[in-house]
């Protein structure tokens, strides 16, 4: 894809290209997965884009500081020298001090939330924010020892999210100030674990495993909710062809070549989505919160069939059957096993190799053995590996060509 195609296909994306985007939070940033995936998604949606990411996120941090330092020595160490263009900031779970809702702390959030926004983005910079309310603390699906008010510290107790919901209205608030984009994690995570709850109460609770840190499956929902802020598009292609009349009607985001009735090479401008979708947490939050269906769009649709089952083959082998009224109604071959999601994994794989160096770099190089005489170089070699694996997400996420066809059975 040349670059005029890449820029027109990203027009209307909150990233652009060679924009530099910081992940700055807490210890739910510091898991590196809705960080990943956010990285991941974009590679394969846009892979002519140009985009860099950098997980800042340190456990136990808060808007007024943590593990990592007071903000000003966390933002002047840990951003600045990253030279973002766009910083993401979830800060929430710990602001709370995991207690009812006190004035006092209430009023500390408000003092040092929007300084920590001033020194990420300050007054006349260009760098642009995206302010998330916090995950949420799980009341919804483990079982608790009481209500509104922890027995000890940190046993799950109901009433909790209550107070992150009302500390993390500030997110909100300041977004609109400062012209940022904001996201919503709790209420959307909250629903997924109401209906989890009610459809299969075991792997429910373990979308959350410790009610505080989301596990894979919630941050997938987490960062769907970040890509939809961003105005991400929902498709990969969507092809439509009426076999009556043996004609392509509908070719969105892809090339259709060697059309010959029901069978064609088709060309997408870009990858499906895909991680362990095998994972059944995984499944489960993605069919409540509708991720494939919302974001992850690679349509084939087919109409003018006689009745009866199809099997759809790529490149020579078969990948699943379908009656002729559902490929009537169109499927959606992003959730299904193809080659297509196939090389995706390795995307993904390859960005998540990349995220781990990247953070092994900062942390355990440059912050826990800033002192020692070869720090520098393996900070430096660490920072190629990272760039050498960009090359390679970026190689792995171009689109491909592939032969398709339908076989009545």
């Known amino acids: 894809m040349n670059l005029l195609a890449a820029s027109m296909i990203a027009s209307t994306f909150y990233l652009h290209a060679g924009d530099r985007v910081v992940f700055y939070g807490d210890s739910i940033t510091e898991q590196r997965l809705y960080t990943t995936y956010v990285e991941a998604f974009v590679a394969t949606r846009y892979p002519g884009l140009d985009v860099e990411f950098f997980n800042r996120g340190w456990a136990g941090d808060s808007s007024w500081g943590g593990g990592g330092g007071v903000p000003e020595e ?13 910083v993401v900031v979830l800060l929430g779970m710990n602001d709370g001090g995991y207690v009812p809702v006190d004035p006092k702390i ?27 309310r916090t995950s949420p603390w799980d009341d919804f699906a483990h079982h608790y020892n009481s209500v509104g008010k922890p027995p000890e510290p940190w046993a799950p107790w109901k009433g909790y999210n209550d107070v992150l919901r009302t500390y993390g209205e500030i997110a909100e608030r300041e977004a609109k100030t400062r012209n940022g984009i904001y996201v919503d994690f709790n209420v959307p995570l909250s629903q997924v674990l109401i209906r989890a709850a009610a459809e299969d109460p075991v792997t429910a609770a373990t979308i959350i495993p410790d009610v505080i840190h989301p596990g894979p499956a919630g941050h997938l929902v987490m960062a769907g909710e970040l890509l939809k802020a961003w105005n991400v ?17 509908e070719a969105n985001r892809t ?6 009735g029901l069978a064609w090479k088709q060309m997408d401008r870009s990858l499906p989505f895909n991680m362990n979708s095998e994972d059944n947490v995984i499944h489960l939050a993605n069919k409540i919160s509708g991720f494939d269906e919302q974001l992850n769009r690679q349509i084939l649709r087919v109409k003018g069939l006689d009745a009866g089952n199809y099997q759809l083959l790529i490149d020579g082998k078969a990948v699943s059957t379908f009656r002729s009224d559902v ?33 092994f770099a900062w942390r355990s190089v440059q912050r826990e053995n800033g002192d020692l005489p070869h720090t520098h170089d393996a900070y430096r070699s660490l920072s190629a590996l990272c760039e050498d694996l960009r090359d390679k997400i970026k190689q792995t996420a171009q689109p491909r060509q592939h032969t398709f066809s339908l076989k009545r059975i």
């Open 74 to 86: 966390r933002v002047r160490r840990d951003v600045v020298p990253l030279k973002p263009t766009a």
């Open 106 to 132: 209430e009023a500390v959030i408000h003092d040092w939330y929007p300084k920590v926004l001033d020194l990420l983005s300050p007054r006349g910079s260009s760098i642009r924010l995206t302010l998330a």
């Open 233 to 249: 598009d929902p498709f990969v292609s969507e092809l439509t062809i009426d076999a009556l009349s043996a004609r392509v009607v």
């Open 255 to 260: 090339s259709i070549s060697e059309f010959k």
């Open 327 to 359: 490929l009537e109604q169109g499927v959606n071959l992003a959730t299904i096993d193809t080659p297509m999601r196939r090389q995706s994994q390795k995307v993904f794989e390859l960005c998540h190799r990349r995220a781990e160096v990247e953070f």
